[in-house]
């Protein structure tokens, strides 16, 4: 059964950062588009960033452009969210999710197009 497994999420800091990891097990996610949303209280799940299955293509929200970093290394089969220079309005639940009907020719934003989820790690950005 495949599963997403989000970790490293925390209370921090306006501009303290945080990396969080999202490994993959169960089944292989390395040919597929990968990304990451997140959902405030009282808000829509949103896009955040997203990554072709080699890492060469990104595409991100423009509210994170400039201070977070997606990345993924297939060898471990993880995924991950470098996020710098955090604000208080990044206060979210964060989730990694999987494309597996793409592979980065085309990235989507919209949270519909990805099939896999994981449960969801909570980042706490205190003022």
């Known amino acids: 059964q495949a599963q997403l497994a989000e970790s490293g999420g925390g209370l921090v800091q306006a501009g303290d950062s945080l990396r969080l990891s999202c490994a993959a097990s169960?089944?292989?996610?390395?040919?597929?588009?990968m990304g990451w949303f997140r959902q405030a209280p009282g808000k829509e799940r949103e896009f955040v960033a997203a990554?072709?299955?080699?890492?060469?293509?990104?595409v991100y929200a423009d509210s994170v452009k400039g201070r977070f970093t997606i990345s993924r290394d297939n060898a471990k089969s993880t995924l991950y969210l470098q996020m710098n220079s955090l604000k208080p309005e990044d206060t979210a639940v964060y989730y990694c999710?999987?494309?597996?009907?793409?592979?980065?020719?085309?990235?989507?934003?919209?949270?519909?197009?990805?099939?896999?989820w994981g449960q969801g790690t909570q980042v706490t950005v205190s003022s």
């Open positions: 999710a999987a494309d597996t009907r793409r592979s980065g020719v085309l990235i989507a934003r919209e949270s519909g197009e990805y099939a896999y």
């Open positions: 169960g089944r292989t996610f390395s040919n597929s588009v």
């Open positions: 990554i072709s299955w080699n890492g060469g293509r990104t």
